[in-house]
């Protein structure tokens, strides 16, 4: 039977949950004009019930506990902002249970407990909609699920963590130092509860883990994605990859190739020409190269509240006209069929083939880069530009700049590992992958 109002329960009141009783009442007419029916907030959970917020939560019933909330209610749809794993499993779970679609904006919840959530909607024939996980109001899960669904995708790239991209962008922008860039997202409200997920990478594998199964069939597994965050990054590696023509951006690549799917998570140097590579700020971007639609791009605000909530609004409508449609369970919650999602062959680093930008401190005297180039050549390491920097430190070191051909990772690493134990090396090296992103 047609519902003419859907009655929906927002637990989580932060930035997102914030954004979303927010833009569900600032929207209302426009919403229900599309929608033709009434989207209800008729309760809200949080922690605490009088704290200071950005939305007016006086008209809902309120509970502290989101369990009990669930229990009671008669929803229709549960919308799940808490973020985390272990409250957010138990509360998305006993929703299907009985019978509650489910809304999230929840990356972790899905990356690591997706494929069991996935069996429990399909058991209860229910919705759980998660576009607001990946990229906030980019929709590029429902790109993926719903307007690529008839391709062979070959490979995903893309900036999918604000907070990294607004650090890199503001320090080369404003020079200013890491932690005073991060204090500003973190107060944007860009940043994770605990910032070291966005700048080590772990939001960024989160989202990858989740993009990696849509587009190519395979169950959630976060532990296949190699990750590393953008802590190796220093203000000189900017301006030397700007002057070669590239900058630096923290990617999370899926790619086929012959001997399987590589799954990554690291800076990388892009051509400035590419598009991605001007994509800037707390902005994210999506490149899905595909065998009948070729290369396309997807780019808009990455985080915050009414950027974030407008994704998760448009899965609540989406939502709700299933629940009018009777059509539930239409889209399979990993764009597979459940029983069609099979592993395949994740590629460890080291058997990536890649073109590298190195930067190395050296003693400034004869003989240096003969020392370097000779262990280049005994791994069959090609070198394709040099540039020596006359940034003199304080202890008359110099930077060698070095951008390779392609190479085995494998190589690379024994390669530096070897000119790192030279007496004229005086730190770690630097080294940063290079992505062409061509189709
Ligand atoms: N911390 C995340 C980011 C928020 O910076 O992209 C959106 O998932």
Known sequence: MKKNKIKIGVCGLGTVGSGVINLLSNNKEEIEKRSGFEISVTCVSAAKKDKKR???????????????????????ILVELIGGETV???????????????????????????????????KNTCDVYYEASVAGAVPIIRVVRESLNGNDIKWIAGIINGTTNYILTEMLKSKKDFDIVLKEAQDLGYAEADP???????????????????CFGIPLDFDSIYVE?????????????????????????????????????????????????????????VVVSSDAAGPTLYYGAGAGSLATASSV?????????????????????LSYQNKELVNKNILNINDIVSRYYLR????NKPGVLADITK????????????????????????????????VLEKNIV??????????????????????????
Not at 418 to 435: G, H, N, P, T
């Open 54 to 76: 950005d939305c007016d939560i006086k008209n809902y019933k309120f509970y502290s506990d989101p369990l009990k909330m669930v229990q009671d209610e008669d929803l229709d």
């Open 88 to 122: 957010a499993k138990e509360l998305v779970t006993a929703a299907l249970n009985k019978k509650i679609h489910v809304v999230t904006a929840n990356k972790a919840l899905i990356a690591l407990h997706g494929n069991k959530i996935s069996e429990t909607s399909e």
């Open 196 to 214: 070291t997920f966005d700048v080590g990478g772990i939001d960024a594998a989160h989202k990858l883990t989740i993009l990696s199964s849509i």
């Open 229 to 285: 965050g953008i802590e190796n990054i220093e203000l000189d590696d900017l301006n030397y990859a700007k002057e070669l023509g590239y900058a630096i951006k923290h990617l999370a690549i899926g790619r086929k190739n012959n001997d399987g799917i590589e799954l990554r998570v690291h800076s990388c140097l892009i051509p400035e020409k590419r598009l991605i590579a001007n994509v800037d700020g707390v902005k994210n971007a």
């Open 313 to 333: 609004v448009s899965d609540i409508i989406d939502v709700s006209r299933k629940i009018n449609s009777n059509s539930n369970n239409t889209i399979p919650l």
């Open 360 to 363: 190395i401190r050296v003693t």
């Open 375 to 406: 262990i280049f050549g005994s791994k069959s390491i090609s070198i394709e530009s040099i540039l020596q920097k006359e940034d003199v430190d304080s202890d008359k070191n110099v930077p060698i700049v070095l951008v390779t051909h392609e």
């Open 414 to 439: 024994e390669a530096l590992s070897s000119i790192e134990k030279l007496d004229v090396v005086k730190d770690k090296i630097v080294k940063i992958r290079i992505e062409e992103l061509e189709s």
